[in-house]
């Protein structure tokens, strides 16, 4: 972290247990400002090492976090409320994109020779070249406070870029310790740090970085976006989601039961990626509910110790706790019918009860409005057009499912609106590497994974070098006659089709 001349402090709590977990200090404008100048100054010998040079510090980083999992699913835990099972995958992830970027990166964005597109063209070298944003600030959420920040460094750092990276506020602590531990115990280069705080420091970070990355909500995406546009910094936006799951008839139901379980439950709702609407054919939407209901029933809710096993942590922030459960009241008020859940959990931590929710109407907060909780609403269709319909019939267009015999599931994903689309199968978009995520509508700009999550953080830059040296070309100066008459011929005869090549 930062040093601050600032008294003020963030203080850390567990959500499982209401208890103080840590503290940081909070950056104020000027201490971003110093942060950023000072990376910014270490960039280019970053830049120079080369992509071999970068892949083996971030080799480095990738072994000291795998022989600290436990230490830093113990961070994690503490102060998002995860159930242990959750806190430990963030680690796998950030390893496996280190692994595919320090394979990948010089492919995607090394030097590359561009095929001429005419033969005037033919008379040059043409070649194109990526160059990094010197800084890249990452302002990330508290859901997942290493894949959304991490994640996304690691590209940068493999194009050569250098990374400021703001967390949440509510989860600073795991994001701290690793960049403490890439300081003081790998020695990296100082070309990656953390500064804590909340609008103020974003705010800043906006201000002075030179590609900004952010995750969030679509309502702050928006606010970040508008004070990015004052300096012409460009942005990736990785926002809400209202994700549908299209359940056909000859669906796998066991599969998708279980899959519907995992997908709107999993880090307690809290993912933009959760299923959170059920569109399911009327012929298999009682039989499916009835699973559903089941398997949502026997999830096992609380804090590692308390339970043997736990399925279900608490949420991680409050007003987000209170969010969910006004939707959950206001629907219930205007007619919907709670199958299991819907209400508060005991306890001293930020508990909600796995839900799921039927009787909806499409114009309720919970079927519009991102929830990000415990959360699942089942509608019935009468058909795959009223589902689709249905689905699409969102500001949002993140992710989404189907699940159906084969040919018919696919037919219909590639008619739903979103940036991936998971056939018989749930959020694995999510870990395959080489495919872009991204969002549709107001889910955000630009992507992650694949060659779309490197280049990003690079300008391109075309390099032309003439293949003669002659003394003057033919569209130089001085313009004569006799010359633009050549030249009239030489285009003509280059641009031209068929006999207008000749005339």
């Known amino acids: 972290m930062e040093p601050t001349a600032a008294t003020e402090s963030i203080t850390v709590m567990n959500p499982a247990t209401g208890e103080e977990v840590g503290s940081v200090p909070v950056d104020s404008a000027g201490d971003v400002a110093a942060a950023v100048a000072r990376i910014r100054a270490n960039q280019p010998e970053w830049e120079a090492l080369g992509f071999k040079g970068r892949r083996e510090w971030l080799n480095k980083l990738r072994d000291w976090m795998l022989d600290n999992s436990d230490r830093i699913a113990d961070t994690l835990k503490s102060e998002t409320g995860k159930v242990r099972a959750e806190a430990t995958i963030e680690t796998p992830y950030l390893a496996d994109q280190i692994n595919y970027y320090g394979a990948k990166a010089e492919k995607f964005i090394g030097e590359q020779k561009i095929r001429p597109n005419s033969l005037l063209a033919a008379t040059r070298k043409l070649r194109l070249q990526y160059r990094p944003y010197p800084v890249v600030g990452l302002i990330s959420p508290w859901n997942f406070p290493l894949v959304l920040s991490m994640g996304d460094a690691i590209p940068a750092l493999m194009a050569g870029a250098a990374v400021v990276m703001k967390p949440s506020e509510i989860t600073p602590l795991g994001l701290n310790e690793i960049i403490d531990a890439w300081r003081n115990e790998i020695g990296g280069p100082d070309v990656i740090t953390v500064v804590n705080g909340g609008a103020e420091t974003a705010t800043a ?44 008839e000859g669906a796998n139901l066991e599969r998708a039961a279980n899959a519907a379980t995992w997908g709107g439950m999993l880090n307690s709702g809290q993912m933009c990626i959760s299923v959170e609407r059920i569109y399911v054919e009327d012929a298999i939407y009682d039989d499916f509910v009835e699973r559903l209901t089941a398997n949502v029933k026997e999830l096992r809710q609380g804090a590692d110790g308390e339970v043997a096993a736990c399925d279900i942590g608490a949420m991680t922030m409050l007003s987000q706790l209170e969010k969910v459960e006004k939707q959950v009241e206001d629907a219930v008020a205007d007619g919907a019918t ?52 249905l689905a699409n019939d969102t500001r949002y267009g993140l992710c989404a499912s189907v699940f159906g ?55 391109s830059e075309a390099i032309v070098s003439a293949r003669t040296l002659i003394g003057r070309e033919l569209l130089w100066f001085p313009y004569t006659e006799s010359r633009h008459a050549i030249a009239n011929k030489l285009t003509r005869l280059i641009g031209g089709r068929g006999t207008r090549r000749f005339r």
């Open 205 to 248: 970070l906006i201000d002075h970085s030179d590609f900004v990355g952010f995750t969030g909500s679509d309502v702050t995406g928006k606010k970040v976006m508008a004070r990015a546009a004052e300096t012409l910094t460009p942005v990736s936006l990785e926002l809400g989601g209202k994700d549908p799951l299209i359940v056909l």
């Open 338 to 389: 709670v199958l299991t859940g819907g209400k508060r959990g005991e306890g001293p931590g930020q508990w909600f009860e796995p839900t799921v929710l039927v009787d909806c109407k499409p114009e309720m907060s919970v079927m519009e409005d991102e929830t990000f909780g415990p959360v699942v609403t089942v509608t019935r269709v009468a058909d795959e057009e009223e589902a689709i319909h």
């Open 405 to 459: 015999p084969r040919g018919r599931a696919e037919r219909v994903a590639r008619r739903v609106e979103a940036g991936a689309v998971n056939v018989n199968d749930m959020i694995f978009n999510m870990l395959a590497a080489s495919l872009p995520m991204g969002g549709w509508k107001e889910s955000g700009i630009g992507y992650r994974n694949g060659e779309y999550g490197i280049r990003k953080y690079c300008r």
